[in-house]
């Protein structure tokens, strides 16, 4: 054989396995101690219009800060990325946790640039802890907006939403992008764990990018079931094409068992419905079902979705379940010795491995691994024909106390179209915090 052809042929052969990796691209750190840098992080989508994805990065600060506000800082994707922000936006009032939600909206205006909104779950405008969420179109308005003069948060955001009242912590989660009422247009999601008469939390809905009032309320069956600390906007599921919902009431009582957890499907509808379509119970006492989950599809053959007790399990260190589409579950994931938040974050990662399955990551922010106590991991389950269990890749956090793991998103098209990032955040207590960007 031709010496040079075979070379070639080699390299043909190498470059699966290395597809197979992934590699730190940044390690980025937050500014001041107790920032929470890395509590949230989310894909916003192409907000500047250039065709590349772009990605937001809450650092809310911890709740009753005397001084600290809250940031979002915003990265915007391209050929080259330098690991420094290209737009940093800050909160109205200290203890207001600006940032401690983010999502995309879409184009709500179909003016070709991606809307989003971020909230500060903390904030007193309608009541201590009420909450409240920011709307922002595209980028132009941003452009005009800098720490270091007067100009305020308020001033270049689109709308502004308030609770209907004080301790709602309206806010706490918020979820955009998808069209859950066929208009054609995407519609916004707000979680409001301690809303409703009954403080059952409940789940204020906007839709066709209509804000001035909610078109919709959905309550939680219980007083202190934290209904609505997490909701997610997925493709839809239920066969009719319009994109449902998943809302997790990871405090909810199950036959008696205290903080057991409930995940709810809510299906998308021109008319949407207060009964959800399908109810997941926790198992566990106190073992907070419903904290995290993730539609995961083709990742492996029988299962629809990935969802957590991170508290939950034998040892109380965690509990991930994978279930069909019926919501029964297929199989089970326990945490290894060490290893504590098993599933405190979910996160669905489109194929990376170039396989033609789909990944999933499991993050643990409390494990105790070399670099200390809660330092935090990150593990990635490449997808397959058959559940195998075990982990692909394995991330330890850096520093102890950095809670690795706590949070973690995909960014699809960041570099380029199909290259993506996996962002990890580490919050960190009690110094700044930080995230790992992936390629
Ligand atoms: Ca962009
Ligand atoms: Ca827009
Ligand atoms: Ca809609
Ligand atoms: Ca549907």
Redesign the pocket.
């Known amino acids: 054989m031709n010496p040079k052809i075979w070379a070639r042929l080699s390299i043909l052969l190498v470059i699966p396995f290395l597809f197979s990796a992934i590699d730190l691209v940044h390690r980025i750190n937050g500014s001041v101690s107790e920032d929470r840098f890395g509590y949230s992080i989310a894909n916003l989508g192409d907000i500047n219009n250039d065709g590349y994805s772009d990605f937001a990065v809450g650092a809310p600060g911890v709740a009753q800060s005397k001084n600290y506000k809250g940031r979002v800082y915003i990265f915007l994707g391209g050929s080259r990325f330098s690991g420094k922000p290209d737009y940093i936006l800050e909160g109205e009032k200290p203890g207001d946790r600006f940032g401690s939600a983010i999502t995309s909206l879409g184009d709500i205006d179909n003016d070709g640039y991606i809307d989003y909104a971020i909230s500060a779950d903390n904030n007193g405008e309608k009541g201590k802890n009420g909450g409240k969420v920011y709307i922002f179109k595209g980028i132009t308005q941003i452009k005009s907006y800098s720490l270091s003069d007067s100009s305020k948060i308020t001033d270049i955001a689109e709308y502004t939403l308030l609770p209907k009242r004080g301790s709602e912590y309206f806010g706490c989660s918020i979820a955009g992008g998808k069209d859950i009422n066929e208009d054609n247009i995407p519609d916004l999601l707000i979680g409001s764990n301690y809303g409703g008469e009954e403080y059952t939390g409940i789940v204020y809905i906007y839709l066709g990018g209509n804000f001035d009032q909610p078109a919709k309320i959905i309550k939680g069956e219980s007083m202190g079931d934290l209904f609505g600390s997490n909701v997610k906007i997925i493709d ?9 919902f998943f809302v997790g009431a990871h405090y909810a009582s199950v036959k008696g068992k205290a903080g057991a957890g409930k995940l709810y499907l809510y ?3 021109t008319i949407i419905s207060d009964k959800p379509t399908l109810t997941m119970n926790g198992e566990f006492e106190n073992g907070w079902f419903g904290y995290a989950f993730e539609y995961i599809p083709n990742v492996y053959t029988d299962v629809n979705y990935i969802a957590s007790s991170p508290r939950g399990g034998k040892e109380g260190n965690g509990d991930v379940v994978f279930l069909n589409i019926k919501g029964e579950i297929v199989h089970r994931l326990l945490p290894l010795s060490g290893v504590f938040r098993w599933g405190n974050s979910l996160t669905f990662i489109p194929d990376i491995n170039n396989d033609e399955k789909n990944e999933v990551l499991i993050g643990a922010p409390t494990s105790t691994t070399s670099a200390g106590f809660q330092s935090g991991i990150a593990n990635i389950f490449y997808g397959g024909s058959k559940f195998t269990g075990r982990s692909d890749v394995n991330i330890n956090g850096m520093v102890p106390n950095g809670e690795f793991g706590s949070s973690s998103t995909y960014i699809p098209d960041f570099f380029s179209k199909g290259k993506g990032i996996i962002v990890i955040g580490a919050p960190s207590k009690g110094k700044a915090g930080y995230i790992e960007v992936y390629r």
Do not use: K, Q
């Open positions: 839809d599921v239920t066969g009719d094409g319009i994109s449902d299906s998308g509808g």
